[in-house]
């Protein structure tokens, strides 16, 4: 009861900010909540106990170890994504496209964690990758830095860190152009409105000012 308790009270807290109204029974604060609890124990964890040797462990067989010196920033996106679960129900949205591209977009990042680092293997232990890119970020760059340098690893991560965020905003790879024309016009209105064309004057089919055509008109009526 305390729990679900809970649950309704972060979930109140994060739909009262928001003008749109969600009907009782598509509420589901029990899972999103539990994200919650857990961005709240690794703020704890990484925040507040930065040199404590257990909090250290802790982290290091946790979060540091899936995705490295990423996980200082882990316990903001799962509050994030929490609040936005808890706004946004899966009945409404659709919340897995979102959160896939959110753990694309981690993943990536951890990715560049592990390039800029010393690169440790997972074999040396949970601590070396705690202090890069962590497991994800060693999986998704190990073959490429081994085949076609730092250089392409790099390039390879940006291109999925940018397939994220099309992925979280449903944007197609042709439509890209289009989207940022619309977010400049929407950051600065009026400044991209397409010039209205000119009316053309209309022009008469025939030269004497009607609408019939010279070829249709009677000989009779020709002056």
Known sequence: WTYLAGAATVGWLARSFSSE???????????????????????????FFPEDDIAKSLNNFTAGMLFGRLSVAIPVFLVLFSMYL??????QKDNSRVGLG???????????????STQPDPKNGVEGLAAA??????????LFINTITEWGAGVI???????????????????????????????????????KEEEEEEVDDAFDGTKVPWWKRSKAEDK
């Open 102 to 116: 959110w753990v694309v977009l981690l993943i990536s990042i951890s990715g560049f964690f592990h390039i800029f």
């Open 86 to 91: 808890m706004r946004h129900p899966s009945t």
């Open 21 to 47: 109204k969600i009907a009782k029974e598509d509420k589901h604060d029990a899972a999103p909540f539990a994200l919650f609890l857990l961005g709240v124990a690794g703020a704890i964890d990484v925040w």
């Open 133 to 142: 890119g962590g497991l994800f970020g060693w999986l998704i760059t190990v």
């Open 157 to 195: 991560v940006s291109i999925l860190a940018l397939g994220s965020l099309l992925i979280m905003t449903k944007t197609a790879p042709n439509k890209v152009i289009s989207r940022i024309k619309e977010l400049y016009h929407h950051l600065f209105p009026g400044s991209l409105e397409p010039k």
